[in-house]
Structure formats: C-alpha cells, structure tokens
C-alpha cells in the first residue's frame, strides 16, 4: 500500500466517452482507470492494466492501472478521469462555495485480485442501489 | 488540450490574425499544471505547480510584478527565479489572457484562488493589456449562469423557496443540501449529476425520488425513478447556447426528434400546467 495524492479531471478520452455513449464499454474504458507515473507503478508491483484498490477517508474503488504516456502526473501524484469511478474517492466537502474537491486527494493505493466493475449500469446499481446485479 | 480540444487550434493559439499573422509563432504559451500535460507539450513555458498550492503561486507572481523580494527559494514548487522570469514575461505581453480552468476552484483555496487570479490581472493591467476568461466544464454551462444571473441576479445556487431568488453558496448549493440531506426530491435536466457529483451527493439522489430529463441514458437515469427523454437541443430542435466567452450563438434544428419527443422546455411547460391544476 502507497499513499498518493490523487487528482481528477477530463481527458479526450473521456469527453468522447461521455458524448458516445455513458452505458457503453467505451465509458468505462475511458474513465475506470488511474494514470501513474511509470516509476511509481513500477515501486508498486503493478503493470498495465492489473487492478488496483484506490481508497480515501471518503470511499473506494477498484480501477485498473495505467502508466500515463502523455500527462504523466508527477511521482506520487495519480489521476483518474472524471466520472462515477473517480467520484466514489473524492471530497464531498465544498468549503462553502459549492464546488466538491475534485483534486489534490489523499488516497491510499494497493494492487488487488477483485476485478474492477467494468460497467456504468452495474457500479451505479452496486454501489448506489445496493441491487445484487 | 484534453478538455476543449478545439480551443488552442481554432481560438487562442494557432489561429492567425491581423495583429498576430503568423499564429502560433506571435504568441507566448505559458501551461501552469501539477502534471505534464499535451498542453504543457505545445507551450513555450511549462510550470508545474503543487497540487493545493495555486494561492501561493498566484501571489508570489503578484509580488514578483510590484518588484518585491520574495524571501524563498521556491513557492508552490516553482523556483523564485523562474516566478520573477514569468512575471516579466506576463509585464511584457501586448495583449496577454489568463484562461483558468475548473482546477482552481476544486482544490485548496477554491473561489479565494479566483479572487487572487483577479487580482493579478488587476495588477497586471497597471504595465499592459490583460483580460482573464474561465474555462468552463461542459457544453453551454455558461448559458445557464448566464440566464440565471440576468433573470435572478445569482449565477447558480439560488434558492427560491422564500418567494424571492437567495443566494448563499454552502447552503444553496446543490451538493451542499443534498450532502447534508436535506433535499427530499430532486429534478435533473440535462444535466448528469449521477455521473459528476461525489458520493455522498448522489448517494442522496439514490434515497429521494429522482427525475432525470436528458436525451440520453446516463448515470442519473439510471438511479432516477422517472426518466424522461428530451430533444437534443442544437441538433433536433432549434435554441441558444453560450460560447465560452458569453456570446450566444442562435442553433438551427439540422434533423427531426423521433416522432412524439418533446424538447425540455415543452415538457417542463406540460409539468407546470399539472402543477398548477393541483
């Protein structure tokens, strides 16, 4: 387990996701992953892909790994798009101004066996509903 | 790059103009960003500020500007010598904008970093031209606080349950009352919450009987207990939206709705003549 600071935000990937289709497999692709610097995966254990546990005081999620290629975020810094996925761990509080903090959150990380949920239906339902399926 | 991906190209940095002929090559980018960005990739200067620490950044360049000795070697990250290099630079330009994205206002400091941004450019405009414009979230954003503030006065957050339009950010804000739960049913339209807020604000939404009024199946559909598809307006029905710097744009209808659908404005008129008749 490593602590980050985690960040979230657009990517192009994901703006073509969400003007796609958000209950497509293209959203998720897009969206259920978290960007690491090369090194820092590296430090972990973990290669492309493999899934890993992203946890804060707020929530957690399972997303799947990937060294970022073009925005490298620095070492220590992770981030994930901007989506249901990257919303289970960020910070609800708004200081007063309305805006959650979608950036700069302290998040733990460590690689796990479960397998990320890869469907917007299924997490919304899962977390959110409490449904079985 | 990522989050207006037509912006540099068709706006701001490649575009050729009379004062600027030779686009790109005129200008000076400048990409102040906590990660090495595609952005970062096409500027002439790319700073990387620590996350949290874009107030100390911004102030240090209001410093740099009115010639005081900042007694540090670095602030937010960034070397003192690269600060006052930078400030120069922004002192020398012609015509110089600060586009800042939603970053700012999602991590320590939030609208006191704006606050200070407009400072700078107040400072800034005592040496030379400065403008500063936001870079906004999604498509047409700025037309909703548009309208809202000419018809209400507020640009988002206002609460008009005592009869007359309040605005107190914390308390009117939508996360806020639905974090704090004490919203009990909720409409979303053309919008997607579900998607965009944090947990415990759509964990809200999940407990409260939920309305979502968009052309399309998102998050918040999937959690709403009615969803009502609309009219793609822009596309399948004719309106306005706003540009990014407040200039609205008439759209045409370019192809037919499916037979029978109704666009967000007729469906809320058919929703308020229920209202009224109970």
Redesign the interface.
């Known amino acids: 387990m490593a602590e980050f600071?985690l960040?979230t935000?657009?990517?192009?990937w994901q703006?073509e996701a969400?003007e796609t289709?958000?209950?497509e497999d293209i959203y998720p692709k897009a969206v259920a992953v978290c960007y690491f610097h090369p090194a820092d995966m590296e430090e972990l254990g973990i290669e492309e892909g493999d899934p890993v546990r992203v946890k804060s005081e707020?929530?957690e999620i399972v997303v799947e790994a990937r060294a970022a290629d073009?925005?490298?975020?620095?070492r220590g810094?992770v981030?994930i798009p901007?989506?249901?996925w990257a919303?289970?761990?960020?910070?609800?509080d708004?200081?007063?101004?309305?805006?959650?903090?979608?950036?700069?959150v302290k998040v733990e990380i460590e690689p796990t066996d479960e397998e990320p949920i890869k469907d917007?239906?299924e997490?919304?339902?899962r977390?959110?509903?409490r449904a079985e399926d | 790059?990522?989050?207006h991906?037509r912006h540099m190209s068709r706006y701001t940095t490649f575009t050729r103009g009379y004062f600027r002929p030779k686009g790109r090559q005129d200008r000076t980018v400048i990409v102040v960003d906590?990660?090495?960005?595609?952005s970062s990739?096409v500027a002439d200067y790319f700073v990387?500020v620590s996350?949290?620490q874009d107030y100390e950044l911004i102030s240090a360049l209001r410093a740099a500007i009115h010639g005081v000795e900042i007694e540090r070697e670095e602030v937010a990250g960034v070397p003192v010598e690269r600060v006052y290099e930078l400030a120069e630079i922004l002192k020398n330009a012609s015509f110089g904008v600060l586009f800042w994205g939603?970053?700012l206002?999602?991590?320590?400091g939030?609208?006191r970093n704006i606050d200070n941004a407009i400072c700078l450019i107040r400072d800034l405009n005592e040496h030379t031209k400065w403008v500063l414009m936001m870079m906004r979230g999604h498509y047409n954003v700025t037309g909703f606080n548009e309208v809202l503030s000419w018809t209400t006065g507020y640009p988002?957050?206002v609460d008009f349950t005592r009869g007359y339009p309040r605005y107190n950010?914390?308390?009117t804000?939508?996360?806020?009352l639905l974090?704090r739960g004490e919203t009990d049913a909720m409409m979303a339209i053309a919008g997607?919450p579900?998607?965009?807020?944090?947990?415990?604000?759509?964990?809200r939404?999940?407990e409260i009987p939920l309305i979502c009024v968009d052309p399309?199946?998102?998050?918040t559909a999937?959690?709403a207990d009615v969803y009502v598809p609309t009219a793609i307006a822009g596309i399948e029905w004719e309106g306005t939206a706003y540009r990014m710097d407040a200039v609205p744009i008439r759209m045409r209808k370019i192809v037919d709705p499916p037979e029978g659908m109704l666009n967000d404005a007729e469906f809320l008129e058919l929703v308020i003549e229920k209202v009224e008749e109970m």
């Open positions: 600071l960040l935000g657009r990517t192009i703006g969400i289709a958000k209950d707020h929530g073009v925005d490298v975020p620095a810094q981030f901007m989506g249901p919303n289970r761990v960020v910070d609800p708004t200081a007063s101004t309305g805006m959650p903090g979608f950036k700069g917007m239906s997490l919304m339902r977390t959110y509903l | 790059m990522h989050a991906p906590p990660r090495r960005t595609a990739r990387r996350p949290h939603m970053g206002t999602m991590s320590r939030r609208h988002y957050a950010p914390g308390e804000s939508t996360v806020d974090t997607d579900g998607a965009h807020f944090p947990q415990k604000a759509v964990e939404m999940a399309e199946w998102t998050p999937e959690l």
